[in-house]
């Protein structure tokens, strides 16, 4: 098959579907999931049957609110009982062909089963986003994504499937990374937010300039918020002289669910995939779309384990309006994760919140470290950041800036600011960072 390379849709049908069509295929897609679910799924059967509801009730997408929850902690409990896969999934063994499992970053590492046909629709999808930020067959690209377990990993099929020329970096030693980048002049790659920043800086300390030695054109970020800060994404792309696009995925569903256009304004969610709903962050309440609340997904299509009503753990927004790049499907705006959010003065204030203030700073080296603690019975933050070499400021006026800075743009002052010299932080780790220490002593595991 040979797609036409001007053209700017991967299918084009499917993308720039009216919304009622788009909403019609959805709604004849959930009522087969959840009917599949109810009928294959152990977990399913027993908690649509304690709720009192049944795969008949479906008759709108809004039925799907009469439908329980279920969340990271009913995938634990459920994993491994009954069966290897247990009992959210719903198709035997045999028909799954690969299994992604979570970091198991805040508990045990869950997994994500797919069929042979949940892979491959898995990998399309991941070709229209490639698609979107305008790879074509010419495009050498380097995915620099962990390879091992990791849902992220298979994503570089999607590419391969496009016709581009892949380069399956993994999670090579910079070095390494940056003799691939200088020998075989990539024109694409993807990696996380602060690793394409700091592969940047370690480009430039190791003497190549980036926008001369290197070949790249687009850089693709997922895993870390950065990529939808507009000051970071900036920052990486001043490095770089290239487009930073960002991505949204799950380990629970595909590498990439959603990912930015030319117009950067929020990520387009495949949303002949996922039924996205907002519920209020305390009571579930669902919310109408534009407000902001926590993201529950349904996936529509993703048979070996069906997700219904899955409650994600991050904050956002869907935006259903027309996107000027003619993509139908909304665009989710993501604030943060769930856990990550805290409360200070009645103000809820995200890590992402804080980065995008320390990145507009021409003073400091961008690189930052959030505490957050308790005191008084109330919760405080702390930043600690690294001055830029070169600045003359004193470090009590560079830390009177920096929370003057953050008192106006999120509303309430830090506790205190810590100011490292440049390279002072240990945050710089490869490919992901840990950049918030919560302090507090309350249990955040759901
Ligand atoms: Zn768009």
Not at 18 to 27: G, H
Not at 139 to 153: I, K, M, P, Q, T
Not at 175 to 186: A, D, V
Not at 210 to 222: C, G, L, T, Y
Request: net charge negative; hydrophobic share 35%.
């Amino acid at each position: 098959m040979s797609r036409d390379i001007n053209n700017k849709y991967w299918n084009e049908e499917l993308e720039t579907l009216p919304r009622e069509e788009l909403e019609k295929r959805q709604l004849e897609d959930l009522k087969e999931i959840v009917k599949f679910a109810y009928d294959n799924a152990p977990y399913y059967k027993r908690s649509f049957d304690e709720a009192g509801v049944k795969p008949e009730d479906i008759k709108t997408l809004k039925d799907i609110e009469k439908f329980p929850f279920i969340n990271k902690k009913t995938q634990r409990d459920t994993q491994g009982v009954g069966s290897f896969l247990g009992e959210l999934a719903a198709v035997p063994e045999e028909d799954v062909v690969f299994i992604s499992t979570s970091s198991g970053s805040t508990g045990v590492p869950t997994m994500s089963p797919f069929t042979k046909k949940d892979f491959d629709e898995f990998q399309d999808t991941e070709s229209r986003w490639f698609w979107q930020i305008g790879m074509r067959p010419n495009d050498r690209y380097v995915h620099a994504l962990n390879f091992s377990l990791y849902v992220g990993g298979p994503d570089v099929i999607g590419a391969q499937n496009l016709g581009a020329l892949c380069i399956w970096g993994g999670t090579l030693p910079s070095e390494r990374l940056l003799f691939i980048l200088k020998t075989y002049q990539p024109t694409v790659i993807w990696t996380s937010p602060s690793y394409a920043w700091q592969l940047g800086e370690k480009a430039l300390k190791a003497g190549y300039d980036p926008k001369k030695d290197f070949n790249i054109k687009k850089i693709i970020v997922a895993g870390e918020l950065g990529g939808s800060i507009d000051a970071t994404r900036k920052a990486i792309e001043d490095i770089w002289g290239a487009e930073v696009f960002d991505f949204y995925g799950l380990s629970d569903i595909f590498g990439a669910c959603a990912a930015q256009c030319d117009y950067h304004d929020g990520l387009h969610i495949a949303e002949n995939h996922i039924l996205v709903e907002t519920v209020d962050i305390h009571t579930g309440e669902v919310l109408e779309p534009g407000q902001t609340g926590e993201l529950v997904f349904t996936t529509l299509r993703k048979h070996a384990r069906p997700l219904i009503r899955f409650k994600t753990g991050d904050i956002g927004r869907i935006d259903i309006t027309p996107c000027k790049c003619g993509r139908t499907h909304g665009r989710i705006h993501i604030l943060g994760r769930k856990d990550d959010m805290f409360i200070v003065s009645a103000v809820n204030v995200f890590p992402s919140d804080i980065e995008a203030v320390i990145r507009e700073q021409s003073d400091l080296t961008g690189e930052y470290l959030i505490r957050i603690f308790e005191k008084d019975f109330t919760s405080k933050y702390a930043v600690e950041v690294e001055k830029a070499t070169g600045v003359d400021k004193d470090d009590d006026t560079v830390a009177a800036e920096v929370s003057a800075a953050l008192k106006a743009r999120i509303g309430v002052k830090p506790a205190r600011v810590v100011i490292h010299p440049d390279g002072g932080l240990n945050t710089r780790s490869e490919h992901k960072s840990r950049r918030v220490i919560d302090e507090r002593n309350i249990d955040y595991s759901i």
